[in-house]
């Protein structure tokens, strides 16, 4: 392993791919298998902090959106906009790194650790515990951008059958039919999985398969914001919503977690890639 920290960034390499981690939200920003281009899209037209970094995986953190929280509260939650610590690292038994991360401060009467592992694919652990004396509702997700070559091109398996909260219809419930083909222009948490989710992206032009799998989750939120709610997002510039279409392992909707007073809970998502 090779992991070295620059400014506010840490590189690692290894045997089998690249990664960079940004320590404000602790989001990985990049992941490049080898011989891959990066799996995940990054802003063209970042904003400049304290907003949240457009791209890679942000943490949505306790809360996904505003659910079950005011409608004051910040958007997904702090962990994303918070500056956070590497607290260990090591080789696991396959030789792959893995960086445990926390918040440089408290975020929440419960707390959070992050376990990134880089090396044949990405794998994200999001571990929360209730540490507060009484009951707390957590919901969550790791948003990620999953990189494509048009997302107009690009379609989205592995949901067919599911139902989902749309929420471009004002949570409107409907059921998935067959792929989404193309993944544009909606936003929706996939729900009511028999067991752990696995979603794929078919990236036709590049002629390869993006997946994630997800443990710990019931619930999947697939999300683009097409051409004209990107008008309005001064990160998302030009057509560059095209380049990305977001699918995310997530506790969201239905799939709130109840923690008692001492209870914990681990969502981890893996992202891998096939070629065709």
């Not at 990049?30 to 904003?47: R, Y």
């Not at 607290?87 to 696991?92: E, H, K, T």
């Not at 993006?210 to 989750?217: H, I, N, P, R, Y």
């Amino acid at each position: 392993m090779n992991a070295s920290g620059a400014m506010n960034v840490i590189a690692i390499d290894t045997p089998w791919s690249r990664a960079t981690i940004s320590l404000f939200g602790a989001q990985v920003l990049s992941f490049v298998p080898a011989g891959e281009e990066d799996l995940l899209w990054m802003s063209p037209a970042p904003l400049p902090p304290p907003a949240a970094i457009r791209g890679g995986v942000p943490l949505c953190w306790p809360w996904f959106a505003r659910q079950n929280v005011p409608a004051t509260a910040v958007q997904h939650g702090p962990a994303r906009i918070s500056e956070w610590r590497v607290v260990s690292q090591r080789l696991n038994g396959g030789g792959e790194p893995e960086l445990m991360m926390r918040p440089v401060e408290p975020l929440d009467p419960m707390s959070v650790e992050l376990m990134i592992t880089v090396g044949r694919s990405l794998r994200i652990s999001l571990t929360t515990v209730n540490e507060d004396r009484v009951p707390r509702t957590l919901t969550q997700a790791l948003h990620t951008y999953l990189r494509v070559t048009d997302a107009e091109r690009a379609v989205v398996a592995g949901l067919d059958g599911l139902p989902y909260i749309d929420s471009r219809q004002g949570g409107a419930p409907a059921r998935q039919q067959g792929d989404i083909d193309p993944p544009v222009a909606l936003d929706r948490i996939y729900h009511g999985f028999a067991g752990d989710p696995a979603v794929s992206v078919v990236d036709r032009d590049a002629r390869r398969t993006l997946t994630v799998s997800a443990e710990g989750s019931r619930s999947v939120v697939v999300w683009n914001p097409g051409e004209a709610l990107a008008a309005g997002m001064k990160d998302v510039p030009g057509d560059s919503w095209r380049g990305f279409v977001c699918v995310e392992a997530a506790n969201a909707g239905p799939d709130r977690r109840e923690l008692a007073p001492g209870q914990s809970h681990r969502l981890t998502q893996t992202l891998s890639v096939r070629r065709h």
